[in-house]
C-alpha cells in the first residue's frame, strides 16, 4: 500500500489529537508606521578640492614595433610610425 505524495501546498490530513488545546485566536495585524523624516545635518557638506590633472599616459611602442617586423603584415608595421 503506498501513500498518495502531497500536491504542492496541500497537507496531509491528520487527526486532530484529543487532549490538544483549542486553537488560539488570529489577532489583526498592526500596520507598520511610515519612516520619520530625515534630520538636517549639522554641518554642511565638506567642499570636494579640485585635484591636479593626472598627466596622460606615455605609451613607448618601439620595443614592440620592433617585434612586430617580419611576423605581422608591413601594413601594421607601417602605423608604427
Excluded: N, Y
Aim: proline share 22%; charged share 25%.
Amino acid at each position: 500500500m503506498s501513500v498518495p505524495a502531497a500536491t504542492a501546498g496541500e497537507r496531509p490530513h491528520r487527526p486532530r489529537r484529543v487532549d490538544a488545546k483549542p486553537p488560539r485566536p488570529r489577532g489583526t495585524v498592526k500596520q507598520a508606521k511610515p519612516a520619520a523624516p530625515a534630520k538636517p545635518r549639522k554641518r554642511p557638506p565638506a567642499a570636494t578640492r579640485p585635484r591636479p590633472a593626472a598627466p596622460p599616459p606615455s605609451f613607448d611602442m618601439a620595443a614592440l614595433c620592433e617585434a612586430a617586423k617580419g611576423t605581422v603584415p608591413p601594413s601594421i608595421v607601417a602605423l608604427c610610425g
